[in-house]
């Protein structure tokens, strides 16, 4: 591209103000690691728990959630490093990422008021509510549909988790997981490697 | 319809091209910028220079892992010399006004 002006037309500076524009667009910098990370967690959680219930092999079976914590903090880590490697900030990646921040102080904040209310056959249907908003708000900002799919799954399950056995609850939740994370997480991913072949 | 008109900062190619890049994004690396207008480093640095000077573009330099990095954002007045420059470049394309 060169500097020159004398020969730049109205339609051609009006299609190159598109064709900028679209670039940067479709600069798709969601690679779905980290819905992969924490999706099959939560499955494989949700799974365990689950198990270990039905076959009543621990007295405290939740404690499979605590590697959770340590999910936290490799996500702190990977993002940091991450952050260094970023070669655009988008204004959607921005919202998208405080909408995940605020995902995030929700979960910590349900998990204070059901402890202390010992309200916990509710939680699950409310942690599933909870993954429906951002996984679908995501998808908006990100427009990627397999992430609005999954986010009204979410919701829909959360609906049906009250109408089932609070055990069978945490099979609801590794099927939410799988529909609003696990596949959209490869879906992204495939989607950022091809981008990345071009 | 008068014919207004074009802004001569903007009203290059290369100015033009990180221009419509840098609106559509919040803030960019020089080397985002050189991948996508496809110009050479030393080309694409005077072209950014120029629109800093004129108030488009904050330019910030800093080190990342020891490595120089030059990351640049629109301005509020670059924003507004783009929607002109938009609105100007209207006038030619349709000079009726319809």
Not at chain 1, 28 to 44: A, P, Q
Not at chain 2, 50 to 58: I, T
Not at chain 2, 76 to 85: R, V
Request: glycine share 4%.
């Amino acid at each position: 591209m060169t500097t020159k002006n004398e020969n730049l037309s109205p339609t051609d500076s009006m299609q190159l103000i598109n064709s900028m524009i679209n670039q940067a667009k479709n600069n798709f910098s969601e690679n779905g690691f980290l819905y992969l990370v924490w999706g099959w967690l939560i499955f494989t959680c949700s799974i365990c728990h689950f198990i270990f219930l039905k076959l009543d092999l621990f007295k405290q079976p939740e404690i499979v959630w605590a590697s959770c914590w340590l999910a936290v903090i490799f996500q702190i880590i990977y993002l940091s490093r991450q952050k260094k490697k970023e070669k655009v900030k988008t204004y959607s990646e921005n919202i998208v990422n405080y909408i995940w921040i605020s995902f995030g102080i929700c979960m910590f904040i349900v998990v204070i008021i059901m402890s202390k209310t010992n309200n916990w056959p509710m939680m699950n249907s409310i942690i599933l509510m909870l993954y429906g908003t951002p996984t679908f708000l995501s998808g908006i900002g990100m427009q990627f549909k397999p992430l609005v799919i999954g986010g009204i799954i979410c919701w829909c399950l959360a609906i049906l988790s009250v109408f089932i056995p609070p055990i069978y609850v945490l099979l609801l939740l590794a099927a939410a997981v799988l529909a609003a994370w696990i596949v959209p997480g490869y879906l992204l991913s495939t989607k950022y490697k091809l981008q990345n072949k071009q | 319809m008068e014919f207004q008109e074009l802004d001569p900062i903007l009203h290059s190619q290369l100015r033009l091209a990180v221009v419509s890049l840098l609106i559509s994004v919040r803030e960019a690396e020089f080397t985002f910028l050189k991948e996508k207008t496809n110009a050479t480093a030393g080309n694409l640095s005077v072209q950014i220079n120029k629109l800093k000077d004129a108030g488009y573009l904050d330019v910030t330099k800093q080190f990342n892992n020891n490595y120089p990095q030059t990351i640049c954002k629109i301005t509020k007045k670059g924003i507004e010399a783009f929607e002109d420059y938009v609105k100007a470049l209207q006038t030619y394309m349709n000079p009726n006004g319809q």
